[in-house]
């Protein structure tokens, strides 16, 4: 179709062996990212149906585009008929020879004003509906989803497993929906695949979240979308979606680690925490840590805090910010900022769920 033709100009074939360079991405190894990430992804052939949009690889890419196109052609037809009839009407009113004063004109006419305001405003609210509920399948994980920690810096990624094993290129199963926590070891970055049509922050200090549920095996390109610093270009690697779990663990190159997340976990609360804090039940000159994971802790200022990634992680480095009830007003726990990095609270967070999924039913 005819809105495909500047896209064609701007990336013509003779342009594709230089974008296929630009975008082959050394990974952490040394190993370059195939080009069938690029394939995969439509932007090899001009011609071909995907070069519109990337392949659709998620759970809701498709309803990322149809809706994209819908707003296209909504704003389209919109568009030809106000113009159209602006154009219309500059013609057929034009100012011809003697006439000089206006004419006497309707000053409003309540079924068209109605009619204009009510009909925008039905597919706004679709528009928005439609928008809101793909939105929710992006940001709100399934249950059963496989937690992936996502670290950016400048300037590689690095994805970490639930067992501890890390690579350079995230890898994901066909089919298994997955909850990536981003985590940022410098400044901003931003995390995209275009084939899943799924973007998020990524930022230093917090955790963000993206969820997907990758429903096409294949290789597709994952890069950084936000200015990040002079090698911010180079920060691309690749999304490997498998066919099966075993596929994924024979055809990957792991990282091997030495332990398990919780096992680190434990080892940093017996060195630093324990001195204040248990982990049966009772009370020190901290809160208990067994049972804390996903409950809604209750502050000195009266409010509750669902315990999630981001408040172990203000407790560690900004203990004054959330002060427990009962352990206020000042609280005696000091920072561990510049002594815990993010990952080691990553491996404290596995160790607090632990605690809590191996106590007894409350
Ligand atoms: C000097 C004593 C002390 C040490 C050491 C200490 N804490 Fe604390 N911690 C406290 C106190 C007191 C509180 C309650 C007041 C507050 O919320 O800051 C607390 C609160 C917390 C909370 C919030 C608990 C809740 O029930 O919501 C977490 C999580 C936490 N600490 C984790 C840690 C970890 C992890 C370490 C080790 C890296 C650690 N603390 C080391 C004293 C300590
Ligand atoms: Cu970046």
Not at 67 to 96: D, E, T
Request: charged content about 20%; aromatic content about 12%; hydrophobic content about 40%.
């Amino acid at each position: 179709m005819n809105w495909q033709i500047p896209l064609m100009l701007a990336q013509s074939t003779d342009n594709l062996e230089e974008l296929r360079k630009r975008t082959a991405a050394i990974s952490l190894d040394g190993t370059t990212v195939p080009d069938s990430a690029l394939v995969r992804d439509g932007t090899s052939n001009p011609f071909s149906t995907e070069y519109w949009f990337p392949t659709q690889a998620s759970s809701f890419a498709a309803e990322v585009d149809f809706l994209y196109m819908a707003v296209f052609w909504i704003s389209l037809v919109f568009f030809v008929a106000i113009v159209g009839v602006m154009i219309y009407f500059c013609i057929k009113y034009r100012r011809k020879g003697d006439v000089i004063a206006p004419q006497p004109s309707p000053s409003h006419n309540t079924a068209i004003e109605i009619l204009w305001s009510v009909l925008p405003s039905i597919l706004l609210v679709w528009i928005f509906y439609v928008g809101a509920e793909s939105y929710f399948d992006m940001r709100i994980p399934r249950e059963d989803a496989e937690e992936i920690h996502v670290t950016a810096k400048q300037f590689a990624w690095i994805f970490t497993y639930p067992d501890g094993d890390q690579t350079a290129e995230l890898h994901l199963v066909r089919d298994r929906p997955a909850k990536l926590i981003l985590q940022s070891e410098d400044v901003l970055h931003s995390f995209f695949v275009p084939a899943f049509r799924q973007k998020m922050d990524v930022v230093p200090g917090r955790y963000t979240y993206a969820y997907v549920n990758p429903t096409q095996s294949g290789q597709y390109r994952l890069s950084c979308n936000e200015y990040c610093g002079t090698g911010h270009s180079k920060m691309k690697t690749m999304c490997e979606v498998h066919d099966t779990v075993d596929d994924r663990k024979n055809n990957t190159k792991w990282i091997k680690a030495d332990h398990q997340p919780w096992e680190n976990g434990k080892r940093t609360y017996q060195i630093q925490c324990s001195g204040c804090h248990k982990v049966n039940g009772e009370k020190a000159t901290g809160p208990a840590l067994n049972l804390i994971w996903g409950i809604d802790e209750k502050l000195m200022t009266g409010q509750t805090v669902k315990v999630d990634e981001q408040y172990i992680l203000d407790s560690i480095w900004e203990p004054a910010k959330d002060v427990v009830d009962g352990f206020g007003p000042v609280t005696k726990m000091n920072s561990f900022k510049g002594i815990l990095n993010q990952n080691d609270v990553n491996d404290i967070i596995a160790y607090l769920k632990k605690l809590k999924e191996e106590s007894p039913a409350q």
